[in-house]
């Protein structure tokens, strides 16, 4: 899915979701990562959607981020109740959804100036 939006050199926003890969304006990303718009990706090393802990979050969570979007790959897969409630406990919105989705979401809420970082998981198993 191609996205269209306008480009701004100071951010990184997502330009094409495919199955194996998602391309931002700052480069083209093969493998899972996390998104801060004024930073640009980041590494976010998982196996399976049952390995995602609050401790691996803790380096996005310690940005306080309004919203914190999961793109969980091609199909929508939610992280255990446990960890969604943890997240919560810490003030911060959780918002799962496919990667197409996360990335129409994120470059939304990044024109709307709001605090939010995302994560896309790809290859990642349940």
Same mark, same amino acid.
């Given at each position: 899915m191609q996205l269209h939006l306008q480009q701004s050199a100071?951010?990184? =926003?997502?330009?094409?979701?495919?199955?194996?890969?998602?391309? =931002?304006?700052?480069?083209?990303?093969t493998a899972s990562f996390w998104l801060c718009p004024n930073r640009g990706p980041k590494p976010f090393v998982l196996s399976g959607l049952s390995d995602l802990t609050v401790e691996l979050?803790?380096?996005?969570?310690?940005?306080?981020?309004?919203?914190?979007? =999961?793109?969980?790959?091609?199909? =929508?897969?939610?992280p255990s109740a446990e960890l969604r409630a943890r997240i919560l406990a810490k003030r911060v919105g959780l918002e799962v959804m496919d990667n197409a989705a996360a990335?129409?979401?994120?470059n939304v809420l990044v024109g709307e100036h709001r605090h939010v970082q995302a994560i896309f998981l790809l290859g990642v198993l349940a």
């Open positions: 100071h951010q990184h =926003l997502v330009q094409k979701v495919e199955a194996t890969q998602i391309r =931002l304006n700052s480069g083209l990303q979050l803790d380096p996005v969570l310690a940005d306080q981020p309004d919203i914190l979007l =999961l793109g969980t790959g091609e199909r =929508l897969r939610f990335a129409r979401t994120f």
